[in-house]
């Protein structure tokens, strides 16, 4: 990873962030993926050296990283844990929410934030589910708001106190509000959360649902309205910032095959694990030069988002593959990364990224020929 000019004279720049990530994290990336407390407490080592507010300005608190630097920090850290990863990206969006808001008491929080001493994960990815909203949000007097529905994912639980929800209006707004992240009952209401989710990856970042009846939310917690669409519209404009965790996972899928070929002396298994790399190295400078120069339509985005997603699973199945039978034991780092490529491939997913993913993985197929998909 280049040190971005932009942190040169930072407490720590981003060779010191890969040092800390190789050093400290790596080593007990099984680890992480199975104790939810040693999770926490690597969460916590990124808020002592004030990693979680990366992308919220400097004048707030944060980092100030560019959009390209966070991609870097992102797949970096997605190389050597996807769990941590995973959490941490909670913290940072809820951060990045806060920083653009209309709420100046709680723009002073993310200092705290920056640091880890307020933790803060989100619940707002049911705001792209066709149909009925999950969420609803009815104003009441004085400039708060009254919520009643569920929220079917939020990761965090007993790790972040709070969480930023996105819930509907009815006249087609979502609004984004700070709740706390424990069950807890008032005079009218109730704020209740299900136990962990029972998942095949990622077990430790605790993913629960949420049942709120009647919830208040004063002034002080409300953090923006959003405009009808403004989902989607992000989704758009952000459609290749996914690309970090999926093309992270996918080097650490290819280092995985490298550690294989060098301890094992598999060398003619080297020429395969090399192609899959120069391959990985190829999509991500793509990428980076997409999100550099943003000339790149929305098609072509999408596309090449698609292609990093099927080129991921190639090289986590071919990490499973040399790994051999021992890639089902839970304790293989090879098991691990594909559970963590399953979370990956469709994290922010909308129809057009399943679409792109879909004709990805269907090309060049023996005995097929390739045809163009209509759009959805």
Same mark, same amino acid.
């Given at each position: 990873?280049?040190?971005?000019?932009?942190?040169?004279?930072?407490?720590?720049?981003?060779?010191?962030?890969?040092?800390?990530?190789?050093? !400290?994290?790596?080593?007990?990336?099984?680890?992480?993926?199975?104790?939810?407390?040693?999770?926490?407490?690597?969460?916590?080592?990124?808020?002592?050296?004030?990693?979680?507010?990366?992308?919220?300005? %400097?004048?707030?608190?944060?980092?100030?990283?560019?959009? #390209?630097?966070?991609?870097?920090?992102?797949?970096?850290?997605?190389?050597?844990?996807?769990?941590?990863?995973?959490?941490?990206?909670?913290?940072?969006?809820?951060?990045?929410? *806060?920083?653009?808001?209309?709420?100046?008491?709680?723009?002073?929080?993310?200092?705290?934030?920056?640091?880890?001493?307020?933790?803060?994960?989100?619940?707002?990815?049911?705001?792209?589910?066709?149909?009925?909203?999950?969420? *609803?949000?009815?104003? #009441?007097?004085?400039?708060?708001?009254?919520?009643?529905?569920?929220?079917?994912?939020?990761?965090?639980?007993?790790?972040?106190?709070?969480?930023?929800?996105?819930?509907?209006?009815?006249?087609?707004?979502?609004?984004?509000?700070?709740?706390?992240?424990?069950?807890?009952?008032?005079?009218?209401?109730?704020?209740?959360?299900?136990?962990?989710?029972?998942?095949?990856?990622?077990?430790?970042?605790?993913?629960?649902?949420?049942?709120?009846?009647?919830?208040?939310?004063?002034?002080?917690? !409300?953090?923006?309205?959003?405009?009808?669409?403004?989902?989607?519209?992000?989704? %758009?404009?952000?459609?290749?910032?996914?690309?970090?965790?999926?093309?992270?996972?996918?080097?650490?899928?290819?280092?995985?095959?490298?550690?294989?070929?060098?301890? %094992?002396?598999?060398?003619?298994?080297?020429?395969?694990?090399?192609?899959?790399?120069?391959?990985?190295?190829?999509?991500?400078?793509?990428?980076?030069?997409?999100?550099?120069?943003?000339?790149?339509?929305?098609?072509?985005?999408?596309?090449?988002?698609?292609?990093? *997603?099927?080129?991921?699973?190639?090289? !986590?199945?071919?990490?499973?593959?040399?790994?051999?039978?021992?890639?089902?034991?839970?304790?293989?780092?090879?098991?691990?990364?594909?559970?963590?490529?399953?979370?990956?491939?469709?994290?922010?997913?909308?129809?057009?990224?399943?679409?792109?993913?879909?004709?990805?993985?269907?090309?060049?197929?023996?005995?097929? %020929?390739?045809?163009?998909?209509?759009?959805?």
């Amino acid at each position: 990873m280049t040190v971005s000019p932009s942190l040169s004279a930072s407490e720590y720049a981003l060779d010191d962030v890969e040092t800390f990530l190789r050093n !400290v994290i790596a080593p007990q990336a099984q680890t992480l993926d199975q104790d939810s407390a040693a999770l926490a407490a690597a969460l916590k080592a990124l808020g002592d050296r004030h990693l979680l507010a990366l992308r919220v300005p %400097r004048e707030l608190g944060g980092r100030g990283l560019t959009g #390209t630097d966070y991609w870097q920090f992102q797949a970096a850290m997605t190389r050597v844990s996807g769990s941590l990863a995973f959490l941490q990206t909670q913290h940072q969006s809820a951060a990045s929410f *806060i920083a653009g808001g209309h709420n100046a008491p709680l723009k002073a929080r993310l200092v705290d934030m920056a640091s880890g001493t307020m933790l803060v994960g989100v619940g707002f990815s049911h705001l792209r589910r066709a149909g009925a909203p999950c969420l *609803i949000a009815e104003p #009441t007097a004085g400039g708060s708001y009254r919520l009643h529905g569920t929220i079917p994912w939020a990761t965090g639980w007993q790790i972040f106190e709070d969480l930023v929800v996105g819930a509907s209006l009815a006249d087609g707004q979502s609004l984004l509000a700070l709740i706390p992240f424990r069950s807890l009952q008032q005079e009218d209401s109730r704020l209740d959360y299900s136990e962990p989710m029972p998942l095949a990856a990622m077990q430790t970042t605790h993913t629960v649902s949420l049942q709120l009846q009647h919830w208040q939310v004063s002034p002080e917690q !409300v953090i923006d309205l959003k405009p009808e669409g403004w989902l989607t519209v992000a989704d %758009r404009r952000n459609v290749l910032k996914s690309t970090s965790l999926v093309l992270g996972c996918a080097q650490a899928a290819v280092d995985l095959m490298a550690h294989g070929v060098q301890t %094992r002396g598999w060398t003619a298994l080297a020429e395969p694990q090399q192609r899959l790399e120069r391959a990985v190295q190829d999509c991500r400078r793509q990428v980076l030069d997409a999100l550099t120069h943003s000339s790149l339509g929305f098609e072509a985005q999408v596309a090449l988002r698609g292609t990093a *997603i099927a080129l991921c699973g190639r090289c !986590v199945q071919g990490a499973i593959a040399m790994a051999s039978g021992g890639a089902n034991a839970m304790s293989h780092p090879a098991q691990r990364i594909y559970r963590e490529s399953l979370v990956f491939t469709v994290a922010g997913q909308t129809a057009e990224v399943r679409h792109a993913t879909l004709q990805a993985l269907s090309q060049n197929l023996p005995g097929w %020929r390739d045809t163009e998909w209509p759009a959805p």
